[in-house]
């Protein structure tokens, strides 16, 4: 079997930074076990997988595709960053004709489409609600040590933990954060907590970037995602109400960084939009 395949930068218009995404066309039906084990072979965060939903389809015609997502260890029912990479390749190297492309996932249908020179996702906006400090004092600890932290949410939409430092600290604290995020996994076993955000508040001048972030996810096999779409369908939710704000800036701060343009709207969604650099096309062949 052959399968073309791609390696998208996400987030980045700069090849090597941003997030990477491996993104698989899938002319013909997969079984459920090799979706896995190309995902495995990849081991980058994330791996899509577009499909035809009818056989006439066409990917440089068609404007509605089957798309799932996994990471070296599973799948997983939200990420951006390869959504942002799947419709760039259907985009700039299948050259499809559509302005809007819509993808069903296990989140519903996500749509994408061409601004300039950017794509903008089209995602569910997911709030997320104060935390009784408790229950999640250990893995707080686990992650920023004695910080100080300002503010502490939970999103059960997708069972996110996002911590604020405090205003105190600034953008460089945050980079240079020695995060420990195997030692999450001795410390939140009981399934609630699959992603912990940390956040810090951006420039108060309305200069340069709103907030900036980093996210863990080791319980999907991811210690530090470099940009995370889904984490900001959170984090957009939050800093809008914060800062009074829906249209937004935003940067993550891991070591090969992105920027994430963000505006919430009024219908319960929210547009992130990224740009992207192609940086590998090829075949699997097994």
């Known amino acids: 079997m052959h399968i073309p395949v791609f390696t998208v930068d996400a ?50 015609q068609s404007s509605c595709f089957g798309l799932r997502w ?37 989140s519903g249908e996500l749509k994408a489409r061409q601004v300039e020179d950017h794509i903008v996702l089209d995602l569910p906006l997911c709030p997320a609600y104060p935390q009784e400090l408790k229950e999640v004092e250990e893995l707080i600890k686990a992650a920023v040590g004695d910080m100080s932290v300002q503010d502490v949410r939970y999103s059960p939409d997708t069972k996110k933990l996002l911590i604020r430092l405090s205003d105190t600290y600034e953008r460089s604290v945050l980079e240079e954060l020695k995060v420990s995020a195997q030692h999450f996994l001795s410390v939140e076993k009981t399934g609630k907590v699959k992603g912990l955000i940390l956040t810090v508040k951006g420039n108060s001048s309305g200069k340069g970037h ?39 800036l935003a940067f993550q701060c891991s070591r090969r960084g992105g920027a994430l343009k963000i505006s919430v709207r009024s219908d319960g969604r929210v547009d992130i939009a990224g740009q992207t650099a192609v940086v590998l096309k090829g075949n699997l062949t097994f």
């Open 11 to 60: 987030f980045t218009n700069r090849p090597f930074s941003g997030n990477p995404a491996a993104v698989c066309l899938l002319e013909n039906d997969l079984d459920e076990d090799s979706h896995q084990k190309i995902a495995t072979e990849m081991n980058l965060s994330e791996t899509a997988f577009i499909r035809k939903l009818k056989p006439g389809d066409d990917f440089t």
């Open 70 to 106: 996994f990471t070296p260890v599973s799948e997983i029912p939200l990420c951006g960053h390869a959504t942002l990479a799947s419709a760039a390749v259907l985009f700039h190297v299948q050259k499809n004709t559509n302005s809007v492309l819509t993808f069903v996932t296990l």
């Open 210 to 248: 709103d907030f900036y972030s980093r996210y863990f996810a080791p319980w999907y096999g991811v210690l530090e995602d470099p940009v995370t779409g889904s984490a900001h369908a959170v984090l957009s939710s939050y800093w809008s109400e914060q800062l009074g704000k829906k249209e937004m």
